[in-house]
Nanobody, 126 residues
Framework: VQLVESGGGLVQPGGSLRLSCAAA????????MAWFRQAPGKEREAVAT???????RYADSVKGRFRISKDNERATLYLQMNGLKPEDTAMYYC??????????????????????WGQGTQVTVS
């Protein structure tokens, strides 16, 4: 399933953005959906995950500021980002995969373990 992200852009520190991720040509959503991000010179890291039952998890760095959600009818994943900081600057990717990925040890979550992903949307906080 091809995923398409949107909603990135340039925002000042303290600002907000909402990212969207739509499954192209289908209403199917994976049992585990996630947002990852990759800053220049750094590894791609998991930001947030959401299970089919809407249970969510977050990286410590974004807890209390970001919120992941999904609309099953629209097969769309969202990431509401508030209180943005310069260190949040990165390319943001959505990914979909099997249910067990959402139960994985956080530090072991790998983008490549997911079966569907998008091309990314750039978020710049400056």
């Amino acid at each position: 399933v091809q995923l398409v992200e949107s909603g990135g852009g340039l925002v000042q520190p303290g600002g907000s953005l909402r990212l969207s991720c739509a499954a192209a040509g289908t209403t199917y959503t994976s049992d585990c959906m996630a947002w990852f991000r990759q800053a220049p010179g750094k590894e791609r890291e998991a930001v947030a995950t959401i299970r089919a039952d809407s249970t969510t998890r977050y990286a410590d760095s974004v807890k209390g500021r970001f919120r992941i959600s999904k609309d099953n009818e629209r097969a769309t994943l969202y990431l509401q980002m508030n209180g943005l900081k310069p260190e949040d600057t990165a390319m943001y990717y959505c990914a979909g995969g099997s249910w067990y990925l959402c139960a994985s040890t956080w530090s072991r979550l790998r983008f490549t373990d997911f079966s569907s992903w998008g091309q990314g949307t750039q978020v710049t906080v400056s």
